[in-house]
């Protein structure tokens, strides 16, 4: 019978089980439907903070898969972000150190020492020790090497004395700082499932469900990986879904059943497929000015591949969980080249509007107006022109191409004036692509109304 235990671990066991050979031979891996790294460096500092400060942080769930290779293996179903942030403090404690680590004594010592205004004197303090790797002597965490730092910075030339005094004074506060930077010996609450493996994309959505919502299109990543696999064709694709791993690798993470070497090969879910589908459009050059410059963050979800497989099978956004039970009804091989043709048809479209040279920032980043639920519309009603429900080619398709050629471009701005895509735009996108609103001419009187509305505002 499934069941579910809690040991205590401290901080040392659960950095020795992502070692690749862990030495209490406890191994976590990642499972496929976990989220990417998405913390920034300040969750980190206070998620290091709350340890040294012995605050409870949660507990990380973990599923007991069984021995292997000697290994007791874990997936990790809960905690990515703390445990990828207890590594990384591991890795580099110095760079977690802040102006709030120093006690005001020695705030007050080195003001007494030097003639600088305190503020400075605890940015040089601070700014010293990020620049070594850890708080130990041998590397060069010492007494005498602040003082010897602080002094040079700030030209007060300190006398062997001056500076022998300094350096014993300090001792005692630099020994603290180093006592509370140790945190392998405390203590974290694991809870150890023992169950189904294929419960664990269910536990995994209900437990994300319930917190804060990092990305609405990643719990997808638990659900549909229950959903029948399939064949990618699109090597392009595939080379995303094989960066979004390799990212978590290159963070000393391991993933299930992860085979670089014939990841050609594999089979694949339909996250993972819509994963790679948006990251190939949002990385691509050619469609920058249409979805703006990638982050070039390899494990980042992006909602373009998941928008547009949803609105071109003319799916309702809200709904997009079913979205594999429909995918799984035609030929994905044509449905993506129909989509891509519908992207390269509206950026054909647009782009002598918004590509030209003045629309660019300084750095050459293009400047976007619309929302990416615009986009998504104007694409959608392309593919609606174009294709069928068979996606097969709709007769006299090549006609209403070409009225749309002439109206969207003028859409295009009238909406952007008008501020009609303010909001989600879910409900919008849809209406439109089923519509013929896009192939309707402006009236005149339309364009002087939004005009005057938009240079008062």
């Not at 590594?87 to 705030?107: G, Q, V």
């Not at 493996?197 to 209900?206: N, T, V, Y």
Request: proline fraction near 3%; aromatic fraction near 12%.
């Amino acid at each position: 019978m499934p069941c579910t235990e809690v040991e205590s671990w401290t901080i040392n066991d659960l950095l020795d089980a992502f070692k690749q050979n862990p030495l209490k031979k406890k191994k976590i891996i990642l499972p496929h439907y976990q989220r990417n790294l998405v913390w920034n460096n300040s969750k980190k500092k206070l998620l290091i903070d709350s340890i040294k400060s012995g605050m409870p942080i949660g507990a990380f769930l973990l599923f007991n898969e069984g021995a292997e290779d000697g290994n007791n293996r874990y997936h990790l179903v809960d905690g990515l972000q703390r445990s990828n942030s207890i590594r990384k403090y591991n890795e580099n404690p110095t760079l977690f150190f802040s102006a709030d680590n120093i006690d005001e004594n020695f705030r007050n010592i080195l003001l007494e020492t030097f003639n600088a205004d305190k503020n400075t004197l605890v940015k040089l303090f601070v700014e010293w020790v990020q620049t070594l790797k850890g708080f130990n002597e041998n590397d060069g965490f010492s007494s005498y090497s602040a003082i010897t730092y602080i002094d040079e910075k700030t030209g007060n030339k300190l006398n062997k004395t001056q500076t022998k005094l300094a350096t014993n004074s300090i001792i005692k506060y630099l020994d603290e700082i180093k006592q509370h930077s140790n945190i392998n010996d405390i203590k974290v609450p694991m809870i150890i499932y023992y169950g189904n493996k294929s419960d664990l994309p269910i536990i995994f959505e209900r437990i994300n469900s319930k917190g804060t919502q990092l990305n609405k299109y990643q719990i997808y990543a638990a659900t549909w990986s229950l959903c029948d696999s399939i064949d990618i064709n699109n090597t392009e694709i595939i080379k995303k879904i094989q960066a979004k791993y390799d990212a978590l690798i290159d963070e000393g993470l391991e993933i299930d059943n992860y085979d670089p070497l014939n990841f050609n090969t594999a089979s694949f879910n339909y996250f993972e497929y819509l994963f790679g589908l948006g990251k190939l459009l949002s990385e691509d050059e050619y469609y920058s000015n249409l979805f703006g410059k990638s982050n070039n963050k390899k494990d980042q979800t992006e909602s373009i591949g998941f928008n547009l497989g949803c609105i071109c099978l003319g799916n309702d956004l809200k709904k997009m969980g079913k979205l594999p039970t429909y995918l799984q009804k035609i030929d994905l091989d044509k449905y993506e080249k129909c989509i891509l043709d519908s992207v390269k048809i509206t950026n054909k479209i647009l782009k002598p509007f918004i590509g030209f040279k003045a629309n660019t920032k300084s750095k050459g980043n293009p400047i976007i107006y619309h929302t990416e639920m615009q986009i998504i519309s104007i694409i959608g009603k392309i593919f609606k022109s174009k294709y069928d429900e068979n996606l097969n080619l709709r007769h006299g398709y090549s006609q209403s191409i070409d009225k749309l050629k002439r109206t969207i471009p003028l859409h295009y701005l009238y909406d952007i004036l008008r501020n009609y895509w303010s909001g989600t735009g879910d409900n919008k996108a849809l209406e439109l692509i089923k519509s013929d609103k896009y192939k309707t001419e402006i009236k005149q009187s339309q364009w002087d109304l939004v005009f005057d509305e938009w240079f008062e505002n």
